[in-house]
């Protein structure tokens, strides 16, 4: 089953998506969204294989949107306009429908869809491109964008989660789970200490005892997590 996110900012286009969307078996809606800024919530929280995504929206549209996005799930722009089906494509959208879209074309769009979904099945994940050296969230009402090297450590705090950054004293408060941003960190430079904390293995200054010192504050060591971070720190040793 592929699971789905429909994003448009008309009530009348979401319905039409998801009346679509449940007549195809292979399609499962999760969840249907107004703006980017709620799909991008959406994405920080479920998993999503495919995304039907509007393109004049207010606020951030659906091309800047897919431009911010370090990890995209498979993307088919439903849209009134044309012109934006080259700038569509350059982004490797696997299709372009305009509205007001026929269901036979839409059908012809989701098989498209369960086709290249059945052919990662089989053959594992497809060539990705380089490993994003950033990433986007949702914080105070804007897309922000953090760069990646700049995070010292990550706090969780139930529902949110507070990216402290090396290059700012005021941390970035966005609404994501904490294992969420563990998925987007790269595995090699960054490490989970604890329940509640991530830490960049390059911006400890020192480990005592059960505490680790960074450039910026001091997280504590759970003893759950101590083996494996002493295992990469013998590594590098």
């Known amino acids: 089953m592929i699971r789905c996110l429909a994003v ?10 998801e009346d679509n969307i449940r007549k195809v078996p292979s399609l499962e809606l999760v969840k249907r969204c107004r703006s980017a800024m709620e ?13 039907f995504l509007d393109i004049q ?10 431009r911010g996005l370090a990890s995209r799930p498979m993307v088919i722009l439903v849209t009134a306009y044309e012109k934006f089906a080259v700038e ?8 372009y429908l305009v509205k007001p879209v026929p269901f036979e074309r839409f059908v012809k769009a989701a098989n498209k869809a369960v086709e290249l979904h059945q052919l990662k099945s089989k053959t594992g994940p497809l060539p990705q491109e380089p ?10 009402y804007n897309l ?26 005021k941390p970035v408060v966005t609404r994501m789970s904490l294992k ?12 989970r200490v604890h329940k509640s904390f991530i830490v960049s293995l390059d911006k400890i200054l020192s480990i005592r005892n059960n505490l680790i010192k960074l450039v910026n504050a001091e ?4 003893e759950f997590y101590r083996e494996d971070l002493f295992k990469v720190i013998e590594r590098k040793a």
């Open 180 to 191: 969420s941003i563990e998925e987007k960190l790269p595995s090699k430079k960054y490490i």
């Open 39 to 51: 799909a991008l919530e959406v994405l920080q929280r479920e998993p999503i294989d495919l995304l």
């Open 219 to 222: 997280v504590p060591v759970s």
């Open 88 to 95: 569509g494509f350059d982004l490797n959208v696997i299709d």
């Open 131 to 140: 490993e994003a050296d950033y990433l986007f969230v949702n914080a105070d």
């Open 8 to 17: 448009d900012d008309e009530v009348l286009a979401l319905d039409l998506l």
């Open 57 to 66: 929206m207010p606020g951030l549209n659906g091309m800047q949107f897919l």
């Open 144 to 169: 922000v964008k953090i760069v990646i090297a700049d995070i010292t450590h990550v706090e969780g705090l139930k529902d949110y989660i507070k990216i402290h950054l090396a290059t700012s004293a």
